[in-house]
């Protein structure tokens, strides 16, 4: 049985708020050193699937840098290996990606290169660990034409995703794509397995369909349902979660720090794999404080950490406190200051004095679809200076220099962001 995995890793998450203005989703860091993507690719090298292919779109050029020629998965060889698939002009078209499945149907000449038996179309944007063979294997056994991961979720999530409804032999008999109303809490995780002649029946039969919005979700599931093809779902228990908005960012990365995390990324028999720059061990010096938290290679500790997850590279200053919050790669935070309930993304700088995550809760002025919880955001490549004062369910936007501003201080709700 011969497969290939393609990964879809074009998407913004424009749910992250600035996290993703200049960055693939895919490709924002997770769990102290890794990139949303790693968990994917590391699933398919763990279950032997050595062609890969990551499709990609919006941002990409931090993403493509990142995977490289695919060496710390074992993927840069010849017979295989790892390829990244942007869209491309040809003489017949000039267009972007228009939807998933034509992301995939622009790339049928790249699978057909490996004749597989089966592909998967995966998520370049979900964090797990799964072993593709025990979906592969179902999938034969079903002797389905696809095959779809799912998981039950609770009813007040479920208009966020897919939902199917099944016989009780696991068929799929009806599919509804993020319905107002749903019908039950059965939820497509992303994952799907596909008979790879039936997929490229279905792709060609769907860019020509001038109504159709070429998405799998809209399309192509329906399609297959109206063809009375054999569509499973495979009942999938195992760790996965959707790191889509910013508490459930946030609270995915805290729930790896229990002492039984869910997420177990010190697991030896399914590791992890990530491009990483090689840096010396933490230092963590007389002054500083840890209680349960992760602090990464290269981290210089000087104040305490409690609750958080600390990137490679980050510096804390003496009588500084971080309580339950991501701090990512580079970040340098000065003496006495406080932060709590609040993801600092890469390279930003924030001086001595400085207070984030304070006070009462208020509703954003920004975005209240985004910022709708006690966390703060700041963005890459930002100074805050001395004394700064920020508070609860705030935002600041990428490479803002508030040194710029007259004010010192940010209330609950208010935000410095770019209108585009």
Known sequence: ????????????????????????????????????????????????????????????????????????????IKDGGIHVLPPYLSRSDTSWYKGTADAVYQNIEFIDKYKPDVVLILSGDHVYKMDYNDIVDYHIEKDSNCTIACMEVPKSEAHRFGIMVTDPFNKIIQFQEKPSEPKGTLASLGIYVFDWEYLKYLLKEDSNDKNSSHDFGSNIIPRILDENANLFAYNYEGYWRDVGTIDTFLDSNLEILGPLPPLDIHDKKWKVYTQSEELPPAFISNTSKIIKSFISEGAEIDGEIENSMIFQGVSVGENSSIKNSVIMNNVKIGENCVINKTIVAENTVIGDNVEIGVGEYKESNIDKKIYNTEISLIGFNTIIPDNYSIGKNCVVDNNKDLNE????????????????
């Open 405 to 420: 501003l007259q004010t010192r201080k940010l209330d609950s709700g208010e935000g410095i962001v770019d209108i585009i």
């Open 1 to 76: 049985m011969k497969m290939l995995a393609l990964i879809l890793a074009g998407g913004q998450g424009t749910r992250l708020g600035v996290m993703t203005n200049n960055l693939a989703k895919p490709a924002v860091p997770f769990g102290g050193k890794y990139r949303i993507i790693d968990f994917a690719i590391s699933n398919c090298v763990n279950s032997g699937i050595n062609t890969v292919g990551v499709v990609t779109q919006y941002m990409p050029h931090q993403l493509v840098s990142h995977i490289g020629i695919g060496k710390p998965w074992d993927l840069d």
